[in-house]
């Protein structure tokens, strides 16, 4: 478990925003999940779940075209426990549309990642944000 969340610390760098939009997840029936999965499975799900949603793009439907909203690249997160927080800089084109188009895939593979649908709730935010990156 140690090394999978080293793992995850890794790829998350110390990251400063005078302007950010936020959405905090948290994941419901997680002390449950914990009772019935292995942690390294349940932190592999989340990367699981982050690989497939880079692999797909954020992408948005205008006028029958695909449209990439955001470069993935400007989009991260960090997994706490029993809650996800994916980040954006403000300043960054279309990076409302591609945080929520995020979360929509993220929530979505949620519900399909194991043998049962793992629901969330949460909300945005924009303003300020410091991730010291441990």
Do not use: W
């Not at 999940?33 to 692999?55: A, C, G, Q, T, W």
Request: charged letters at 30%.
């Amino acid at each position: 478990m140690k090394e999978n969340i080293e793992k995850n610390n890794e790829r998350i760098k110390e990251f400063r925003s005078n302007d950010c939009y936020v959405a905090f997840i948290d994941i419901l029936g997680f002390k449950n999940l914990v009772k019935e999965m292995p942690i390294d499975d349940i932190v592999n799900m989340f990367h699981r779940i982050d690989y497939s949603n880079k692999n797909t793009g954020i992408y948005h439907n205008t006028n029958n075209e695909l449209k990439d909203v955001v470069d993935r690249r400007e989009l991260h997160y960090k997994i706490m426990s029993d809650s996800v927080v994916i980040y954006i800089d403000a300043n960054v084109e279309d990076a409302f549309q591609g945080l929520i188009l995020y979360c929509s895939f993220f929530q979505s593979n949620l519900l399909t990642c194991i043998d049962r649908p793992i629901l969330c709730r949460g909300g945005i935010s924009r303003g300020e944000l410091y991730v010291d990156g441990k």
